[in-house]
């Protein structure tokens, strides 16, 4: 199995430190590649509280936590931020990071499901201990709610296509594997489709991983519990890995930044709603070409970071 290397890891460290004595949260831990680069950045008195819904995550977190003791780690999804945070005792927060998507080890491991590149089970939860696999809910799923994930969630083309060859083999119960699903959508395509420059179950894959985990109810919820946490000049540091995501961290954020509701040719603002957060990097910083080279994941991440502005309230 291949180790996880963390993107544009300097860049988000850089982005994320503001006090070599704070207290900051990772709230996607993985395998702990941005959490060791900030510990290593911090002095005895920094701390870093790390959060991640994958069982075998906290599990590779074990011997950091018995290493280290500015570093602490619990098991949850980061809708349930505000939570960890309380139940840390309501520090005062320097920065807050975020690593979406799945690591490298969820990816290898054919049993999670996620990998079309390995034969597994339709699972594709980055919990497996909480709710149901991806084989059990397509089977309480119609055509048309299935068309609408794979396009809104995957942005792809022939999403009618591909739920109606689903729904069938669903219903004949002839799939229940990724390498099965990955056969469905590459026939499912126009053949002249079928060889472009991403494999035809890319999106497919993609939607539906964020389906299972609801990954965007739980960006919203988390990013906005994030702002809403940060101590004065605190920073946000967000990395994402598709358009969709991205576009999503960037409105949130914005939301804040230019929070006036007030039309246009108003002379001036009579809302009252005044920004809480400053862009620090509002175009997304990507990878260079070394760690293009060196790290294939790199290719599609998109890192955005912002601050938390004193005396507000969002
Ligand atoms: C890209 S990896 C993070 C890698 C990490 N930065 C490192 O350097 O090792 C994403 C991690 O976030 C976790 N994750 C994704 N969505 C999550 C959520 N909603 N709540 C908590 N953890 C989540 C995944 O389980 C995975 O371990």
Request: glycine share 6%; with cysteine; proline share 6%.
């Amino acid at each position: 199995m291949k180790n996880h290397v963390p993107v544009l890891a300097h860049a988000f460290i850089e982005g994320l430190l503001s006090d070599p004595d704070g207290y900051y949260i990772d709230a996607t831990f993985g395998r702990g590649g941005h959490t060791r680069m900030l510990l290593n950045r911090l002095s005895n008195e920094g701390h870093v509280l790390a959060l991640d819904r994958d069982p075998q995550a906290i599990e590779a977190a074990d011997i950091l936590t018995r290493e280290d003791p500015r570093f602490q780690i619990v098991h949850s999804d980061f809708a349930g931020l505000e939570n960890a945070i309380y139940q840390a005792g309501s520090p005062s927060i320097c920065g807050i990071g975020f690593d979406l998507g799945v690591s490298s080890p969820q990816i290898d491991q054919a049993e999670r499901g996620f990998s079309f590149q390995v034969d597994g089970p339709l699972d594709m939860r980055m919990d497996p201990s909480a709710g149901q696999p991806l084989s059990e809910r397509l089977k309480r799923l119609s055509e048309k709610e299935l068309t609408h994930i794979i396009r809104s969630f995957g942005d792809e083309r022939f999403a009618g296509r591909i739920a109606r060859t689903i729904c069938a083999a669903v219903q004949k119960k002839v799939l229940s594997t990724t390498r099965e699903l990955e056969n469905i959508c590459f026939h499912a395509m126009p053949p002249k489709a079928r060889h472009g420059s991403t494999h035809p179950a890319t999106r497919t894959f993609q939607a539906l991983r964020i389906w299972v985990n609801d990954e965007y109810g739980q960006i919203d919820t988390a990013i906005k519990a994030a702002m809403h946490c940060l101590a004065p000049h605190g920073r946000l540091a967000v990395i994402s890995f598709h358009s969709g995501e991205d576009r999503r961290i960037r409105d949130l954020i914005e939301a804040q930044v230019h929070p006036c509701t007030c039309p246009r040719e108003f002379p001036m603002c009579i809302c009252g709603k005044t920004p809480s957060m400053r862009w620090i990097q509002k175009k997304p910083i990507r990878a260079n070409d070394d760690e293009l080279s060196s790290n294939p994941r790199s290719r599609s991440a998109m890192l955005r970071i912002a601050e938390r502005l004193p005396e507000s309230a969002i």
